[in-house]
């Protein structure tokens, strides 16, 4: 209860001088701040889903584009005003991962995996020939009745706390160790009485809408929707690489894997796609070869080796989950 | 719908079944999805490319240095990492896999550059006509190839001392490697046969099609599609899935206009490996 205290503490304090450092930047930092929210929102959904609950969806892109295409098609099609799109976004969004649900929740690792990456072509394919939701060009928003600058920043803030905000309660509430008892061994948790498929459907469910109200922050950021832009497997590879990196299963890691991936490869290299795609790759293979728990748990590791040796060793159990052994398929090849 | 359809689309597929050939056999052996597989095509392609540009090789001819070039790229790359990463946690592979597939887009592309090429041959665009049925050279050489690689590997599998030890590896490793199989190299040689297969797929996708070093996504796509119509981890059902996504494909097509053809393709795959996990062709789940 202490932890979930600081932890809200902390989000609230870190949302409060976001939302109050905002207004006095520049556009160009006001729009990069936008896109790295943005980005933490889909990787925090992603790492609801696959970090905590343990399964992973190469999917992220369906429901950006469904909460992009709700929220677009909303105020084009329609007199709402912007915040009612959001919300539009989100709960549509449910609605289609409740419908996904269904086929896609038969399904387990690899073969869920491949499930949602073919459900988001699926998508895609959908929305390139639907003409009213505009075809293969896409719609563009009205662009009088959308926010922009400050306040689509402002927004995307919220969202992004939101999504911090489910990854607090996921990582300790007693529904979060639930949904990582099903990660970790899920026969074992089914036999300890823990509703398999009614918290598999929750974490599915709540990523999905997550993911669909980052999506109608990308259609105002762009003023436009298109089936290239919002359903591009791009959001699907980078959720996953951005939440890898920093570190699947913690709450602080897609933070730092959405810093690392956007800020500091995809942003300073744009200029250098073929280095930049070396990088990401390689980067990612070593990753998974040397700190397969991400870089947050490698840092902090080092950290508390520095630390535990200058002061005296304080506490030996208190080891978080993430630690204890995230491997746990032992079966030798 | 004419009978030219029908055959289009069992000819296409033959080209499909090649592709998810090799999927099918990494993930039946090693239980790894290999997310670079559409590079390895897309690197098949290119490096028949190399030989048809510079040495004037007709593509069929470049087909097996091909193979063998890439089965040499792919077998280090499983041997002394891929093999590593299968036991550290469930996800890696995939990542590491994915992570490679980056890399070979980027080295595809600082090598040949982004815009797309074709393998030239004169049977490219040639087509003949069968008991009034309109069909194209390429794909029906294509689907002859993708009869005999299917019949090799099925047999190769089935009936020699190697293939033993490849059906005992993928069946259980443990036991495997203390009956005194070398596991490991069995892996990296399952690994550069489907390299292999993958670089055949390639070198035919180049010559019925143009490809750019991106090409790879879509070609992994309808690999993984062939693998779920067929069963995920079935060599033999293979081609009985890539026919059927090319019927399925060009069926679509004809009935809805080219721009359903996916969606409709991807529901298919979709619904399928939901529901008939063991694929179309299978009473009994995986043995």
Redesign the interface.
Known sequence: VKQTTGAAVALLAATTIALLLGPGLDPGTQDLATTLLVYLTVAQAWNILSGFAGQ?SLGAAAFVAVGGYTAGLALVHTPVSWPVGVVLAALVSCAIAAVLAV??L??R???F???T???S??V???L??WNWAGGAAGVTLPIDRIPTGTVLFELAAVVAAAAMAVAVYVRYSAFGLRLTAIRDNEPAAAGLGVAVYRHRFCALVLSGALTGMAGAVTAYQYVAVSPGGMAS?NWS?NA?LMA?VGGAGSVLGPVLGVFVVYYGLTRQLEDF??????V??????L???FA?SGLWSFLTRAGRAVWGRRRAPARTSAATPEEQA??K????? | MSADVLVAGVLAGGLYALIGLGISLVFGVLKMMNLMHGELVIGGAYLASLLVGYAGLDPLLALPFAMLGMAALAYPLQRYLLTGLLRSSPNAPLVATFGLSLVAQAVLQAAFGTHPKALSAPYADAGFTVLGVRVQAVYAISFALTVVLCGATHLILTRTRAGSAVRAAAADPVTASMLGLNVRRIYALTMAAAAALAAAGGVMTGVAQSFTPTSGLPLLLTGFAVMALAGIGSVGGVLLGGITLGVLQSISTDLFGGGWRNFVVYTVFFLTLSFRPSGLFRRTVRA
Do not use: C, F, M
Not at chain 1, 329 to 333: G, S
């Open positions: 992973v086929p896609l038969r399904l690792g690899d073969y995996a491949i499930g990456l073919a459900a072509i699926a895609q394919a959908l390139t020939n497997v590879l996953v890898l796609q073929v280095v930049s795609l070396v990401e790759g390689v980067l990612l293979v990753i998974v070869k397969p995230p491997a398929e032992i079966e030798v090849v």
